[in-house]
Nanobody
Framework: QVQLVESGGGLVQPGGSLRLSCAAS????????MGWYRQAPGKQRKLVAA???????NYADSVKGRFTISRDNAKNTVYLQMNSLKPEDTAVYYC???????????WGQGTQVTVSS
């Protein structure tokens, strides 16, 4: 019903930057929230950042001041600018979207971010 296409993952050195993008398509009337989760090996999937249709944002404490989430409502696209990357940021990053109508949630397939020298 809803597809999320992610891009921008890859390998970077500590202190480097990456920009993740996620475009939603399909049966979308209105999106309430878009965001990013990440999951490191052996750990639980955790919220990284989220943004609502009204522009409210929420960040994990570990990324505050380094990551910035933004949204282009016209394109149904969410971005995650990641600066000052640390090895601890290494994880699979998952895009997600919640629709306004029924708050149903859809997940992207994930994109690998590796921070290593």
């Amino acid at each position: 019903q809803v597809q999320l296409v992610e891009s921008g993952g890859g390998l970077v050195q500590p202190g480097g930057s990456l920009r993740l993008s996620c475009a939603a398509s399909g049966s979308i009337f209105s999106i309430y929230l878009m965001g990013w989760y990440r999951q490191a090996p052996g750990k639980q999937r955790k919220l990284v950042a989220a943004i609502t249709s009204g522009g409210s944002t929420n960040y994990a404490d570990s990324v505050k001041g380094r990551f910035t989430i933004s949204r282009d409502n016209a394109k149904n696209t969410v971005y995650l600018q990641m600066n000052s990357l640390k090895p601890e940021d290494t994880a699979v990053y998952y895009c997600y979207v919640e629709l306004t109508a029924d708050l149903s949630k859809y997940w992207g397939q994930g994109t690998q971010v590796t921070v290593s020298s």
